[in-house]
């Protein structure tokens, strides 16, 4: 077994982005959210991502602006330390160490030096008692600081951070926990405590659920389960205190926050409503619907000018304050549980997978960006709670990437079953996916597998069904309707002893097709639909299939529920080997003989890297996650990788991704190529198709040129190219919406363009000189040669020198002043 140190897990994106609420810039220029270990900066204009804040080694759990400096940012981390941005020239400034895992950061305006965190009360991070507690950061030149003064404010609070927040910019701060409101005062030094019943009048639930204040008066938000929001007011008397209901939410209210003014509330929940409630209006509110997924966060801008929502479908929404949506910041759409496979779309190269109920998202992992999504039930979703709607189970591509088989059911968890089986035709034009044929009855009972002939040349889907059948769908034309269309028919049903139907695969060239009947393995001809022959060997329900590629292509890979990974041998028809492993995802290199296999044992998932026919695995890696592995896929690379050992073979033709079951999505990267991908990062690249246009010049010269130098001719040396410019470059590269104005850059660029006007008179000065000092040498000249012409006609008086005029002096002046040096070259 090889190990290779230089292989590491890293987070490849699609982290969730909607696990605290974001932060708008002072100027409501930018967004900054949480993603994974990383803090994104978005340009509130154009959703353009801008770079990242990069530094922490856990998940980021907590940001907010330096109330002393709005151009910094605090982020907080389960690893212990908080660390101080500049975010818009994305530099870390200084690093503050605790030791203990942070939950949450908060600061206030009349805490200078001081923030303020959520601590566990144990040391370890799966404590359930956590206390708010006030840091003093150290003022200090060193880059890394242990800080050491803390003080505890509130005890025995709740864990998620909406629940707590600060009044009168600092003057005292509430915190909810279940059916307890508790309000501390900084001045005071004193703690006012409010409880309510767990249920009310008619029965509902009176638990917090979140929590805002008042930023100008003595006003606190309180949302709770049964979609009821009380306002708390005189609460600095415990006695004397008075509470009113607003009631439009029938459902949790999750998140509350003012504006910066104090004028409106903003409230949502499940209901993917934002609902704007007037401060001092009676009861008076507008309404924002179809916002998505529910809502989880609200973050309203310093001046005013924008509102950020968060949903539970992994987005962040741009919301001006007219209400009127103006962005949308999409991730990784990551729902409770990912029911289709990780798939790679073979026309854009993008990962595909479930998204936003009823829907598969297209999703680019280059650039960490969703694409778009593909709308498959096509019926609007209701988002309430236990209610049964249609959900994308299954999903397939074939081959070319012409054709989509989707399978969309409800009803699973009741009696009535109700399920589609759908193929969708990838149109040229809209670069998408058209509805080409709807099969509501194509099994009896609930499809288990589908799977899409490995051949160019056959357009054949297999679907497997606990029905205890499986069917071949092929396209042909519909002799009843007479249109030249074509649409998907059952051309064969196949069975085996009664037995269900749960795997299928095709071979590499699409001759043979492999289906699982609980235990036994039948292998099938597509061509006649003849039972070729079957396998029993070892005992156990068969769980994955897949044939071997390349030279591996006579074997067939399987694993089963007695934990077991086992290899058949299709030209002996005999067992080749059998392992003990309890293998959870068992996924084949499209592009190699390569076969990845996590097993998951002891609460950790372990990576083998193996080809069938050798029985030592080419690669290992221990604890590749403390979860178990769910879905993984390769992605084949652009450009194969150019130096790889004997352990890292097998990533140089793809690159290996997985899903995890906390839906975080990893994958395996060598220093090498990280090495390589900051390095092409960071210079701009003109492709050969680019026409040549004046920023094309400006960049330099072609890159063919470059390749090729040839050898200079001295004629040519004064015709240069222009070269390439690392200002310009700066220029180019950097994104539109963050650089200054175009009529500062333009007239910049004219400014250096023109020539000073004393820098003129010196140069025209110097070249009259020049010009006076060559006519005095050439009328010396003149006057010698005119001198030697004398004396040689001295020997013959009959002949007559002309006498030429002051016209004609002139022209014969300049007549000698030019080179004809060139002559010389011919």
Not at 124 to 143: D, G, M, N, R, Y
Not at 226 to 242: H, P, S, V
Not at 495 to 512: E, Q, T
Not at 534 to 556: A, H, M, N, V
Request: with cysteine; glycine share 6%; aromatic share 10%.
């Amino acid at each position: 077994m090889v190990e290779n140190s230089d292989i590491r897990v890293v987070r490849c994106g699609g982290s969730k982005i909607n696990l605290r609420p974001p932060i708008i810039s002072q100027d409501s220029r930018f967004v900054l959210c949480i993603s994974g270990d990383l803090i994104k900066v978005y340009s509130t204009r154009t959703e353009e991502w801008i770079h990242n804040l990069q530094g922490h080694t856990k998940q980021v759990t907590g940001i907010a602006l330096n109330p002393s400096n709005h151009l910094q940012v605090y982020s907080c981390s389960a690893d212990g330390t908080v660390k101080l941005w500049d975010f818009l020239d994305g530099i870390l400034i200084k690093t503050f160490v605790f030791g203990y895992p942070l939950f949450s950061l908060c600061v206030s305006q009349k805490h200078e030096g001081v923030i303020f965190l959520l601590f566990p009360l144990a040391k370890e991070s799966v404590a359930e008692c956590f206390q708010l507690v006030a840091a003093h950061l150290p003022k200090s030149a060193e880059q890394e600081v242990e800080v050491k003064e803390l003080s505890a404010v509130l005890g025995d609070i709740s864990p998620n951070p909406t629940c707590t927040a600060f009044g009168r910019e600092g003057e005292y701060i509430a915190s909810a926990k279940a059916l307890k409101l508790t309000v501390f005062f900084f001045r005071k030094q004193i703690t006012n405590s409010f409880s309510l019943k767990l249920t009310g009048k008619h029965g509902t639930k009176n638990t917090f659920t979140c929590v805002a204040c008042h930023p100008k008066d003595d006003c606190i938000a309180t949302g709770h389960e049964d979609g009821k929001i009380r306002l708390w007011r005189n609460f600095n008397q415990k006695k004397k205190y008075t509470c009113t209901t607003l009631h439009w939410h029938h459902n949790i209210v999750n998140t509350l926050c003012f504006t910066s003014e104090g004028t409106n509330l903003l409230s949502g929940g499940i209901e993917s409503v934002l609902v704007q409630w007037h401060y001092g209006a009676n009861n008076t509110k507008q309404f924002l619907p179809r916002l998505g997924g529910s809502i989880l966060h609200i973050t309203a801008s310093s001046d005013g000018q924008f509102y950020c929502t968060s949903h539970s479908d992994n987005k962040i929404k741009i919301i001006e304050s007219s209400f009127k949506v103006t962005g949308v910041i999409q991730g990784l759409v990551k729902g409770d549980a990912v029911l289709t496979d990780l798939m790679i779309d073979p026309h854009s190269k993008s990962l595909v997978l479930n998204g936003k109920p009823g829907h598969l998202q297209f999703y680019s992992l280059p650039r960490d960006k969703h694409l778009y999504n593909l709308d498959i039930v096509q019926q609007e979703y209701i988002y309430e709670a236990g209610l049964d709607q249609f959900e994308v189970v299954k999903a397939a591509f074939d081959v070319k990437g012409d054709w989509l088989a989707t399978v969309e059911e409800r009803g699973q968890k009741s009696s009535c079953l109700e399920f589609y089986l759908k193929l969708w035709a990838f149109d040229k034009q809209t670069q998408s996916f058209v509805l080409n044929t709807t099969i509501a009855a194509a099994h009896e009972d609930q499809i288990m597998s589908m799977c899409f002939s490995s051949s160019e040349e056959t357009t054949m889907l297999v679907t497997t069904s606990k029905d205890r059948q499986f069917k071949a769908w092929v396209l042909g034309a519909d002799a009843d309707t007479q249109q030249d269309q074509a649409f998907w028919s059952c051309d064969f049903v196949g069975s085996y002893h009664n037995l269900r139907a749960m795997k299928s695969c095709f071979s590499a060239d699409g001759s043979l097709l492999a289906v699982s009947f609980q235990e036994v393995v039948t292998i099938w001809s597509p061509e006649t639909w003849e039972l070729l022959t079957t396998f029993c060997q070892p005992p156990g329900e068969i769980r994955d299939l897949c044939f071997g590629r390349l030279g591996c292509s006579k074997y067939l890979l399987g694993t089963n529920t007695k934990s077991r990974l086992f290899c058949w041998n299709l030209l002996t028809c005999a067992l080749e080997w059998i392992t003990h492993l309890d293998i959870c995802t068992l996924q084949l290199d499209p592009l190699s003989e390569h076969v990845a296999a996590f097993s998951y044992h002891s609460k950790q998932t372990d990576l083998f890297v193996f080809k069938p026919s050798e029985l030592r695995p080419l690669f290992t890696h221990k604890s590749v996650c403390s979860k178990k592995v769910h879905r993984a896929v390769f992605v084949p690379r652009e450009e194969p990788l150019a130096r790889c050992d004997e352990g890292s073979q097998w990533l140089n033709r793809s690159q290996l991704y997985f899903l995890t079951q906390d839906m975080d999505l990893l994958t395996f990267s060598m220093a090498t190529e990280d090495d390589r991908m900051l390095a092409s990062s960071k210079r701009l690249v003109i492709d050969d198709s680019v026409a040549v246009t004046p920023f094309y010049l400006l960049l330099g010269k072609h890159r063919q040129q470059q390749e090729k130098p040839s050898t200079p001719h001295p004629l040519t040396d004064k015709h240069q190219q222009p070269q390439s410019s690392a200002t310009i470059k700066e220029l180019l590269h950097t994104p539109a919406h963050v650089l200054p104005g175009a009529s500062v850059l333009c007239s910049l660029f004219i400014s250096s363009l023109l020539i000073s006007n004393t820098g003129v008179r010196e140069e025209m000065e110097s070249s009259e000189q020049e010009m006076d000092s060559e006519e005095e040498s050439s009328e010396g000249e003149m006057e010698t040669h005119d001198s030697q012409q004398e004396l040689r006609a001295q020997g013959s008086v009959d002949e007559v020198t002309p006498k030429l005029s002051k016209a004609q002096e002139k022209e014969l002046k300049k007549v000698r002043k030019t080179d004809f040096s060139w002559i010389t070259c011919l």
